[in-house]
């Protein structure tokens, strides 16, 4: 049976002094796995506050990597974020920012280009091997120094977030895993790993463009593409996702957020695995794990929509999430009391071609303005 | 087809000077209800800011009963509390107290019981309508009081309770719409009025005792009971629940908030027709209005528990809303995946007697010492 | 120099399992205090989130009490309240209540009058030191029992509530120390306790009545008036306030919230000194701790009045505090831009009666019916 | 005696329906303005929720203009934000972000630099006002495509937003009245009009680069700015700040947020006119409006820090506003009661440079990461 190490990560204060720590769970490969080129692994839970049912998914993880023949440095970090976490707003909690700055909590991490095209001019000819490790010295040294060397201070944010880039640099696939607000479950994929989104047993896939916007999932797989970009201006080529630039992450969105339920984390886990074995992270056993038959439908970034509500009001949410919603058909309609009798007490929300829901709103009240769905608005099989 | 008129009542303003404003929709009886003894109705919906199913309740009541042979009048009040319901903290609404002081805005009505006696005595001999008319006349000129002339003010909520409170008073049978947090239908019925807690399409009812302790409910009936008491003490003996004593009011738990559904809406509202007709505010049709043939349990309000939560952690709602649950099954299990490895991961959180589980809190965070589940301690079938 | 023990309580766990604590600061006094009669003490501050300044002046205090002769137990506990302390809502702190059912921290202590009686009929005859040893024994078993045996659990305030009373049910002095929101320093003194007042260095005193509604001056002395009260009716006759009744509870309002200021402590410190030093808790010594000679004015809680925003709008807060206010002069005017034009921009508000305006509301933005000011109505010299 | 003509602005809708609206005061110049070239005026207040000075300061300047000899066009926009301004979060106003998105209010506006080239390119031998005419027409067709045309909607901030701005832009002199959290009054100002900068009656400037961030001043300057570089480049030559490019726009930021002071309000706005008698706004009388001698600092965006708590804790500020700390010296000193006994109760926060301290965080209670301070780490007299 495999044994994960624990940790304890401390990464932040409150007011009346209380430290906030994180819980890391580790499995170190016994071989070397430097020299392998087996892949290390990073899984982050919660990093936004009422996202919380990727803790049940690394405990789900936990238990069932006892159990298999593991080739890979693995890192689980539930609760990542547990100023977010404990940040309780009534009876739910405050999800997707820092409450007093109102930054997002995942839009913190660091990523600075200007240092790509000195690095490789300098390791214009540098062994394959060379290239990754020094890289990701660089990447490690940066974070580094904007933990230690910073007369002015750190963010709230900046402070957890290096800290979790820390662990996410040493690994070649990472995994974050989130939750939308009422939600299916979909995948934040970057366009040139389209090929890994149908290893995980989710239907939607979003394929994001290699830019940085200050996500975990950008911020380790950014400075790679850009790095592999540059070596291609400067004449030596590489393959974006293979060899030392065998880098992959993703956002994954297990469902609905403010839940925990510990059956679905059993799936999403099992999930999760068939992604990992497929990558030589756990060796194929006699049963082993294999993505779902289900039909995956993808669509680009930019055609990845919000709808915001046209008026204030109470909305009865009626688009299913997954099921294509032909023009016209109404996503929502929207209960204005204030209305009947004089006016249009139900207003029916529709659009002019043909959706796919993905997401909607957590709540049924909702001022004029707010985001009401997310949809698909053009979109391809997998 | 019957029409209601509408009404539209100031309620309160905001710090720009915005107004906020309350739609009143009303049915006078063509007859002339108080000479019939026929009775009058009072509805309204959304006291509490995220308990929003009410509205579209009151929705497809006025559809329901453009149709019907009405022989009552009734109000209608959606939206009763509209600083609660535009209070929008994050994406939820903070829904049951005025967020500056914490006081429960359903806990803010009138009741002053050191009248009662008084009027009682002097109201010794008067004709049954007499007494009828003059106690709500007192009842009426009290809130006018608390109203009008107060030279330190009212507080935000008293101030829009009051005004509610106004038209109540005026009513025979009272219905405040409200919901839990996720939770299933159930129902605060007055034990006296037991017999009507079976005409509502509702599984479970808690019987509460003739006690004032702030609510709409309360403040409604308990005026009354209070006065057929006095007068019982005085020698003159009237019924609670009959006659000029026909009073009743009930709290209707219409199941989750932070929800619209119109389609259970109009379920919701078929039920409440039930009620309505069998007291005689609708005349009987073809068809009519029938209670379903549900099982119903009840309990007593003291038996009503809260089960609060033994650690903080991540909870997995496990019991069933109206499922009798066996003496040590498990409610809950708490994730607590800093305890993984060192530790018990996950508690679960049983109870040494059988309970029907009625509803339990909105989110999976749960600080030690929040309200886990409400629950039927000891329950019976009505 | 006096060395104080440190220990810290457990009071609460957040969702991700952080446990939050309470440092307790306690000298023993090195004489057997039991036998000599002389007072034991107990001062927490920070019970409500924003109210801070009581935390720097027990820094002061046990910086000043390290040079002082201690005649006495001294139990000191800053940061009472560390679920309410961490509460940041945006910038500032959510103060005074528990955000998730809005029941005011300090309002959850316990207190069963119910038990009063008996004890008396029981220990009708018995000797002084035994009735005061065994009454504390009474109320510390009470909240042994609430805090251990409780299947239904524990609210997250009650946990902390009945934690912090176990301490002060032990001691003679309760001081609790809290702030307004924008505030003159005042103090809340039972109505048998008035000469003490004069003893700290504050010129607003509320004297309060011998009855209990949930706060922790209240929970501490209610019981023993209520047990004097019996002890009179069956013939046997103590003073509230001397010898074994010789209790004294007080909510010391500091200033204002969100605020510390360690110089300002300084001087809260010594006032609180002086009425300990009175108290003989210290020697007097050379230089000693005596109370300013300022005007102190005290009014009966009834008088102690709320004033509640008659419309929304944006306040200028005119009144200084602890300055008395003509009838008729303005206590604030309230802008309201969106009349300028067609209408009364500027509201003046003010009392037809002379007012010693004691604190007012934290912001300039009110809706109608927030409280604007709170004041001495009738009131007179200490 | 000039009269200001006042029309009503919907830029929302609550959950309830309630309309959200803005008052828009204006006063039309009897002379043709565009022939004259005398500037036109914009100036709002209130964006952010707490920053309510601005009114007051609007109150006042439409009681001074009443009596000016105005030779312009005015519009002054009080409650530019009632999302904002009415969104109270317990006691406090939440300020700076739209609570649902984390959103800064003041980053929504429009700028759409693609459009410049092409303008220039087309326009490159216009005449001075043909090119100013349809320049500012081509900004408020985007606007208003922005505005009425869009699918998907507008966020709650958008739909406010580019109504202010559609009617900034027909301005040449802008103003955006903001204040900080506690704070001392400072402006943000362009480079390029750092003459202005001593017109007003405010210590200290932040001397911004024309790059657009989102905000108002940059969204109304940026355009001109960025019009002015490419027709540079395209060799004709303008001065920006001349001309057809005398534009201007200032972030004013007049001290701390949630107060109202009326008599301050009336200082602040004398400061304004000069500013504005000095660009013709209002022709010179006997007394005029003239700057205040005082010492005026400017530094450089690049300069102006922000420091970060390096513990959680409470904070005693100690720094003074606009007054220059010497290196080594305590901004403020952190309160840690945990620590009393067997750590640092008190921990002192300094730099190693000289700074002026300008603003500082709203709460005494902060977590670690908090903003502490902001000051001008470089600073120069202007």
Redesign the interface.
Known sequence: MN??D?QVMHV??????????V?I?TYKCQQDVSTNNVPSVYIQANMH??E?QG??V??QL?ELLKYCDIQANITLV??AN??A????????????????????WNRMYHFDESAITPFAQLNIESHEDEIKQRFQHLLLSQIEDKLDHN?????????IAYQLQRMAHQADLVLDLHTG?ISSKHLYCPEYAQASASLFDIAHTILIPNEFDGAMDEATFCPWWHLQQVYQKLGRHFVMGEGIFAKESFTVELGSQ?????AVAHQDALGILSYLQHKGVILKQVQGFRPKNITRYACYLKDY????????????YLAEFGKPLPAGEPLA?I????????GD??HHVS??RQVLPILH???????????LYKVFSDYFEL
């Open positions: 044994t994960f624990k932040g204060e409150m007011a009346s002094g209380a430290k906030l720590t819980p769970y506050g009422a919380v803790n049940a690394i405990f936990l539930p609760y547990p100023v976490c404990n940040h309780k707003n009534g009876e739910y909690t405050l999800g997707r920012f820092d409450p007093i700055t109102g930054v997002n007369i002015w201070g750190l963010t709230t944010g900046q402070r607000p403010e839940q925990i339920d510990l929509k919000a709808l915001y509500a046209p008026m204030g009001g109470m909305v009865d309609r209960l204005r009391m204030d209305n009947y009798g004089d007490p139900l659009l002019d709103f957590a709540s049924a009240s909702v001022n004029q303005g707010t985001e």
